[in-house]
């Protein structure tokens, strides 16, 4: 039995599949809060394309969450991150308890940073993970266009 935070690029598609609907049900709430930034097909498509990694939260094999990362490198600079761009889980996933998978991954591929981008919800239960704030991101919407951000 399975239980703790998995990346998934190495499962076949029988494996991935058998969590297929709290996946997609997981992506949903995703584009639910932030509907400007992407759609399903789009995430779909990074994640089975490599852009993006998917992780499953389980425990004991049922499922409890989905974490997304990407890895990006500076060309100019060569310093290179894998950043946590989404999460969903049951009952508000608490995936800090397994970022240290996440770190461990990022430093076998030799990123000089881990960076969760996410809600500021995130920061006190990182935080005790030694994370700390490096930069606020700040929006201001067109109000000429007919556009909402989910909270």
Known sequence: MKTGLFLTEKWSMEEV???GPQITERLK???ERF????TIEEMANVIFNGEVQLWLLLFE???KGI???DIRTVESTKYKTVRIIGASGENGLDFADQVKVIED?????DCDAV??????GWKRPLS???YEVERVVYRKMNPNRNTHHGK
Do not use: C, H
Not at 35 to 38: N, T
Not at 115 to 120: A, D, F, I, K, T
């Open 128 to 130: 005790s993970y030694g």
């Open 67 to 69: 974490v997304l990362t």
């Open 29 to 31: 709430k995703i584009r």
């Open 35 to 38: 509907p400007e930034d992407s």
């Open 115 to 120: 960076l969760p981008v996410g809600r500021e």
């Open 61 to 63: 094999d049922e499922f």
């Open 105 to 109: 991954w990022a430093w076998d591929m």
């Open 17 to 19: 599949a058998k969590y």
